[in-house]
């Protein structure tokens, strides 16, 4: 089983970031997740963040809010979510992270959903409103399990505090690249370059960055300072376009964008 | 970041917490620190008395409401009065104290959620005070029940942004507030309208609607000699409740009881009763009871009232309640709906229809009580003329 550092390290032996694409799970059809990872595996994606929809997903913009609320309106469950990603481990071997919230975790019980989730095949969890901190029991579990628990820093988090913040973290490191929701931008912040230069000095894990991605250029030029480059509403974008095969394409542009820079 | 003296201070038994996106996790452990620097220090509290007393009209009477005592069979029955509040309910006594404090913290602007609009004419009436900016997030439901509300926020300078996403109630309200914070966390305070929300907020709303719990136990002492036998309060996130309950908790001989929202009967599943109905689970920063399906989704709460129409609750209330210092009861729409209409008939006071929940169990329980019973009238009905007339089917009065 390939394992997220190994993705990302293979990427970086060639002098490239890894590409993750984010969708959630059950979107737009419950039928379509299994044919949606395989055209992003296909396409590009080095590692998989496949989103476990939350009624309230107060860290996600409307594109993502939308999918997660079609999502749940369709019937997807957590349990519908790991047999999604069983079926895939079956035919890819690409890494998933599973994406979510709390409280979907609480309710299944989080030592089942953990010891369910690597049997279905998951090597990773974004807890996005589980904080450094917050929960120590919970997130010592998590660390205990056999998934990668993805730490996430946020352009308001001190630098001094960024090593701390990484701790118990594995696989790798999500920087949040501004304040706010997940979404599409038409910019990237300036301060991005020197922000990442910063924080990857402070952390041995590999760093990719997300939030606002959603174009080859700002691709390639995430690419050209991280170790991984994180698209999630402008992949759901894509699929409200033309279904996994636009997705998929939509993907590999992304990556051709970040290997000709 | 936190330590572990500092994630003790943050839960309320193993309730509460800070679940909340990274982003804003420095921004909680700035106010944590601006907030217990300001509780300590005379000059906040001298400004915020000032301000209570002279601008909001405090202390609020405790009025012997006789002929409420006779319909419900019990022989001295008191109101608190925060419906006599400037703005109309208890919500000023939080959004002084918390813009006083994004004042000294130097941030300009504010953003809140309201669920009734009391929440929200309260926060803009202490912008307007303040001359910060303000921008309150309410559902489109709640637009639509309370536009009386809606207009008094815009004259005071907000602006209402109606919330389409989700229940499009107080709770999606929430999420779109905490949405905007997460982006301008730099230059902008959210001052959450409820003890709900991550740390600081449950013990900081707390602390700063405990006044009214204070000033219930020196009058009831001064009317009665006696402490009450029981101190009854509505309950939606529970800020009026715990603000009369706090100076009661170390008084075990006091009965407190909190009294939920069960619309349409919580056998219905169209209620708001997170403790009664609900279970553990994380909604909006902290872990406290709530309305939840088998796969943790947040299930859809119900009540004639806006201001207790939230499938959460604070978590003090959860821990209250599993420590059993407190009892959690409920009232239906139309029992709270029967009270609203006794109250205005029989003392000359309408009441909020969040507070009428309070008169309802005391119109049907309150003999079962020995010694005096306090209750916190949160709110004038004023804001629900209209609602109720629609309710009842009196058409569209305003």
Known sequence: ?261 | MTTDASAARQRFGPYGGRYVPETLVHALDELTEAYEAARIDPAFQAALTDLLQNFAGRPSPLYRARRLGEAAGHPAVYLKREDLNHTGAHKINNTLGQALLAQRMGKRRIIAETGAGQHGVATATACALFDLDCVVYMGEEDVQRQALNVYRMELLGAEVRPVGSGTRTLKDATNEAIRDWVTNVRDTHYIIGSVVGPDPFPRMVRDFQAIIGHEAREQILAAEGRLPGAVVACVGGGSNAIGIFHAFVPDHAVQLIGVEAAGKGIESGHHSASLAAGSPGVLHGSLSYLLQDADGQVAPAHSVSAGLDYPGVGPEHSFLKDSRRARYTSATDDEALAAFHTLSELEGIIPALESSHAVAHVLAHGREVSGPIVVCLSGRGDKDVAHVARVEGRGSLL
């Open chain 1, 1 to 261: 089983m390939r394992s997220i550092s190994q993705a990302f390290q293979e990427r970086r032996a060639r002098g490239q970031a890894a590409l993750v694409p984010y969708v959630t799970a059950g979107y737009p059809e419950r039928a379509s997740t299994l044919s949606v990872l395989e055209a992003l595996a296909d396409t590009g994606a080095d590692v998989i963040e496949l989103g476990i929809p939350f009624s309230d997903p107060l860290a996600d913009g409307p594109t993502i809010q939308h999918a997660s609320f079609v999502s749940i309106g369709k019937g997807t469950t957590v349990r519908g979510v790991l047999d999604d990603l069983r079926a895939f481990r079956a035919r890819r071997d690409t890494p998933v992270v599973l994406f979510t919230y709390l409280n979907p975790l609480l309710r299944y019980v989080l030592d089942a959903f953990l010891r369910d989730a690597a049997a279905a095949g998951a090597q990773g969890v974004l807890v996005t409103d589980l904080p450094t901190g917050s929960d120590p029991a919970v997130e010592q579990r998590i660390i205990d399990s056999p998934l990668d628990l993805i730490r996430l820093i946020a352009p308001t988090t001190p630098l001094e505090l960024v090593s701390e913040v990484a701790k118990g973290g594995a696989g790798f490191l999500y920087y949040i690249s501004r304040t706010g929701v997940t979404g599409a931008r038409a910019e990237l912040r300036s301060e991005l370059a020197a922000e990442v230069g910063a924080i990857r000095a402070a952390v041995a894990l590999p760093l990719a960055v997300g939030f606002g991605i959603s174009t080859p250029q700002q691709a390639a030029a995430v690419a050209a300072v991280a170790d991984g480059v994180v698209v999630g509403s402008a992949v759901i974008q894509a699929l409200d376009r033309g279904g996994a095969a636009e997705a998929g394409r939509f993907l590999a542009s992304l990556r051709k964008g970040m290997d000709r820079s």
